[in-house]
């Protein structure tokens, strides 16, 4: 089990065991208890208890283990982090914009090599470890997605992400990726309400056939983000 470095106490520097793992049936109850904590459902945006969300809680945890996996990271017994993988549904071109002042931006994803995609999605750790100064959470649950991938896909399918606009997510996954993996940014009523932020998403680096596409794509992901800068504030309304 990976041990967690605690960075805060310097005077007494001290580490966290934790472990990701896929979750089954008998997780669930806990995963919904988790994600309906205030400081976890507030974390997005909107929250995840949101109507406008269109599932409860309870019922995304039920979809999205019926249509994919969750993989949990557990400290001491108790669920610590969190993220669902689930079939993909964006279009390999860049739709046209729904109609003025509505934002359709991205690049085209026709030319990586997948047979199909997937997405993480629901991804979040504890906020209460985050702020004791326990890093790696994230990273720890991405690294297991990404074997679940390359084992379920056989090597064959790519994965994505995808989050809103000024989130934490954009820094987190460069990071994790290593290089800028920017696919699209796109107005989206119908999941984040009618003035909430743009949605964006990221390509997950899972092997070296998906590190030589996202290269490719450098060219035209700086253009993305230029043209974004240029029309949006920081706020990504
Ligand atoms: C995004 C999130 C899951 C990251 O989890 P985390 O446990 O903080 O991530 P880790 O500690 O594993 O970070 C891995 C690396 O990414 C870096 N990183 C994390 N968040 C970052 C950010 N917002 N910007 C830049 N880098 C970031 C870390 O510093 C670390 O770098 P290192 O390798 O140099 O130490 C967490 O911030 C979160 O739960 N946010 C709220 C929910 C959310 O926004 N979810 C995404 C939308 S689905």
Redesign the pocket.
Known sequence: MPE?KMTMQDENPTTVPVEARTANLTDLENLRHFLSRED?DG???PALSDLVRGVSIQERVQLKFQNGAWIIAESNGNIV?C?AIVPASIPLEVPPAAQDGTVSLGVSLTRWQVEKLME????????K??AAG?????????DEAIQWILHEGKGNWGLI????FG??????????NGIDTLLRVYTDPGKRGPHGPLTTVYGVVCDQRDREFFESLQPDIATLERVLSLQHDDDGR
């Open positions: 967690l976890i974390a997005f945006q982090g993220l993480l999605s629901t991804v979040v750790t504890d906020p470890l985050r326990v890093k790696g959470i994230g990273k720890l649950l991405v992400t995808d989050s809103w989130g934490p997510m954009g820094g987190f996954i460069k990071r994790i």
